[in-house]
């Protein structure tokens, strides 16, 4: 490694346009997993961010992990406080944010000591060296500093002075040292694009745009940049550059999107596309929070978003919207979901359209509110006082996010039912390149909606196929009944208290709920329709429980994969798919109650189980460990 004094403080000029017989020692790779980390303020998540961003332009796949700390305000350089942000970035599909990391970059000796187990052997680790003083070493519990005593020989060490350098770099331009070490990140940032010989371009852009109004924080971040990228120039460790071809994909438009944002941009779609305007009820919660961001931003499109007090605030302002003609949401994550559960008998008593967002959380009571569990589907199910069932879907990846919410919509809207749209924090806050729809392509969503002065209306009378009851907006003529949430007669809409009306009414909002998976997509197999292991899971592991899958195919081994996406109803060809195969192996990141619903509903099968309760996504390699296991 060449001597960091002597490296240069100004940038040199920078190659725009690289072409591979420009570098001396190019590296052909299909994908790359590369983590940013440090502190809790380091700008690890927006230093992620743009890497993705420059990636979905390069015209590679993607699938990204944003990982907070569970304390909102941990003590500096402790392990408890670090944020990270990695990327999966390829020319092929790219299912997960990876196992293990190819590219680490470490702000200070906290973020090197908590990633370290999770970066390859052989991979590049690239360092604030200014940061691993001895004090703060020891903070983060080395005896020694882990940048002199040989523990690191198995890695592509790069003991960059990022602090110093990014200071030095800034100071022309009169910027003291404590502003300038916010822009610490983006000297790595610059690092890191030159080790996949990118242009600066699309970030630089990004920094015109986000100060459009401080010219002087677009030059010094620009210069930061340009810095870091210069600096990697020098460095004999970095002397080789990954190439990654295009991923081949389907033409369209496509961008890099949260599953937030795509859950928000599904609602949208669902509002303009059913002719219901949209409103959202909502108390912020981490880490639901960004869906009422992204719908606050769309007054012009219609959306009404309110940001109520408390969480049974939120649920009943939009059951409120919901008697009045409005495609209806609220969103919470799971204590939320708790408060909210008396309102969402109430929805289902008067059977109006709702909405209901979970993404899902770690943890009993405040718990982790960062990190990512399937900690709810038992509340979502039968959380409810008295009988009350509601539809339960749950999305698999930040992108389809917006195609179930959509289809949340959908069911809500046509079936006259709250329906429980489950994410969870690594989907929800995590992001992938998703191809745009036009509207007018997506499937229509026509609500049962009465027609004014019908003589024949009934509040409680229902399609005969359906069970679904008609949808009175209030204020057409002629129609008129009680709402409230005490128990309705049959057909009629009265006030009963009749034990056989009760049973009767039980017996009809099951029923019109078990009708659904009427109107739902079969369960499809990623394999063998007939084998030797059948991997189940549901919602959020979708991507990693397919990569798994994959790999035990290309061993050989008949193993296929039924993901869940209907949970409740299940669809109707549940059974025949478990059916085919010689042994089920039910995985969810929870203790086990996806399988105890399936033992439940579909009890002629013995099933296997893989949980895990980490607050952390499953790998590829334990899974494919597991599944060795069982054969």
Partial sequence: MLDQKLIPLQPYSLKKNISMSDQANFIEKEDVVVKFCGDSGDGMQLAGTLFSDAAALQGLDLATFPDYPAEIR????????????????????????GDFVDILVAMNPASLKSNLKWTRPGATIIVDADAFDEAACKKAGYETSPLEDDSLNGYNLVKAPVTMLTRNALQPLGIDNKNADRTRNVFTLGIIYHIFSWSLDSTVSYFKTKFKKKPEMIEANKLVLETGYSYADTVETLASSYHISKAKMPAGRYRNITGNVATAWGFLAAAERSGRPLFLGSYPITPATEILIELAKYKSLGAKVFQAEDEIAGICSAIGASYT????????????????????????????????????????????????????????????????????????????????????????????????????????????????????????????????????????????????????????????????????????????????????????????????????????????????????????????????????QKQGKKVSLAHFNHIMPLPRNTHEVLAGFKKVVVCELNSGQFVNYLRMKEPDFKYSQFNKVMGLPFTVTELVAKFNELL
């Fill in 325 to 552: 003609g409005s495609l209806a949401l609220t969103t919470t994550s799971g204590p939320g979901l708790s408060l909210k559960s008396e309102a969402i008998g109430l929805a289902v008593m008067t059977e109006l359209p709702l909405v209901i967002v979970n993404v899902q959380r770690g943890g009993p009571s405040t718990g982790l509110p960062t990190k990512s569990e399937q900690s709810d589907l038992m509340q979502a199910l039968f959380g409810r006082n008295g009988e009350a069932p509601v539809v339960v879907i749950a999305a698999s990846t930040p992108a389809d996010c917006f195609h179930f919410a959509y289809e949340a919509a959908k069911i809500a809207l046509e079936h006259m039912t709250p329906v429980i749209l489950l994410t969870d924090g690594s989907i929800g806050n995590g992001s992938q390149l998703f191809r745009i729809p036009k509207v007018a392509d997506l499937p229509s969503i026509k609500p049962p909606l009465a027609e004014p002065n019908d003589k024949n209306y009934k509040p409680y009378l229902r399609d005969p196929e359906t069970f679904v009851r008609q949808w009175a907006i209030p204020g057409t003529e002629g129609l008129r009944h009680r709402i409230g949430g005490l128990e309705k007669e049959n057909v009629s809409g009265n006030v009963s208290t009749d034990p056989a009306n009760h049973q009767l009414m039980t017996n009809l909002r099951e029923a019109k709920i078990q009708k659904v998976a009427d109107f739902i997509s079969e369960q499809t197999i990623f394999g063998g329709k007939k084998g030797d292991l059948l991997v189940v899971s549901w919602g959020g592991t979708g991507g990693t429980t397919q990569a798994a899958v994959e790999e035990m």
């Fill in 74 to 97: 941990a003590p500096h350089n402790t392990v408890a406080g670090v944020s990270g942000f990695q990327v999966h970035v390829g020319r092929k599909k790219i299912d997960t944010s």
